[in-house]
Antibody, heavy 115, light 110 residues
Framework: QVQLQESGPGLVQASGTLSLTCTVS?????????WSWVRQPPGKGLEWIGE???????NYNPSLKSRLTISIDKSKNQFSLRMTSVTAADTAVYYC????????WGQGTLVTVSS | QSVLTQPPSASGTPGQKVTISCFGS????????VNWYQHLPGTAPKVLIY???QRPSGVPDRLTGSRSGTSASLAISGLQSEDEGDYYC???????????FGGGTKLTVL
């Protein structure tokens, strides 16, 4: 059974850095798949943040690209999101997921940016 | 403004058939596989359709995904109260090199 689980601080200071990790179980991150981050701000729709392949190749949402780093740790079967210079607009539920083919999603974690 | 266009709302009575559309372009729906999700408050998005027409195990066959040109559709027949929720389409966009989501459709069962 494949499971994805997000972890990280639920509260981040404005202008600070948001860091989240997704731990994958029941499936290897080095399989032929891209691993994504998706978020949903309160009252708004789903927004794709970016993705990473096991080789380290990445694709980012053009509107967020300058603030993003997505990395992968094959030894821990994890991938991570780092977003800098956060503002209240980055307050959202953050999900890790595999979007291509048969989908897998984490349960999501709420990150609140406080001023 | 979303790259993919969905109607903001849809509704039907129990037993009816409802279709939710997702309009895109030749750089996304016209070339790539489409996913459909149901999203309920406080839960993770549930994939209903992947690869345009495929249903994950556990999703009833009264839900059907299809594509015509640069638009995709999710048809729900035999509408039930449990079908209420927000529905999103998603697809890879070759021009943006990014996944794009529709703005979402709120389905109400009257």
């Amino acid at each position: 059974q494949v499971q994805l689980q997000e972890s990280g601080p639920g509260l981040v200071q404005a202008s600070g850095t948001l860091s989240l990790t997704c731990t994958v179980s029941g499936y290897s991150v080095i399989s032929t798949n891209w691993w994504s981050w998706v978020r949903q701000p309160p009252g708004k729709g789903l927004e794709w943040i970016g993705e990473i392949y096991h080789t380290g190749s990445t694709n980012y949402n053009p509107s967020l690209k300058s603030r993003l780093t997505i990395s992968i740790d094959k030894s821990k079967n994890q991938f991570s999101l780092r977003m800098t210079s956060v503002t209240a607009a980055d307050t959202a539920v953050y999900y890790c997921a595999r979007l291509g083919g048969y989908n897998y999603w984490g349960q999501g974690t709420l990150v609140t940016v406080s001023s | 403004q979303s790259v993919l266009t969905q109607p903001p709302s849809a509704s039907g009575t129990p037993g009816q058939k409802v279709t939710i559309s997702c309009f895109g372009s030749s750089s996304n729906i016209g070339k790539n596989a489409v996913n459909w999700y149901q999203h309920l408050p406080g839960t993770a998005p549930k994939v209903l359709i992947y690869s345009t027409t495929q249903r994950p195990s556990g999703v009833p066959d009264r839900l059907t995904g299809s594509r015509s040109g640069t638009s995709a559709s999710l048809a729900i027949s035999g509408l039930q109260s449990e079908d209420e929720g927000d529905y999103y389409c998603a697809v890879w966009d070759n021009s943006l090199s990014a996944w794009v989501f529709g703005g979402g459709t709120k389905l109400t069962v009257l």
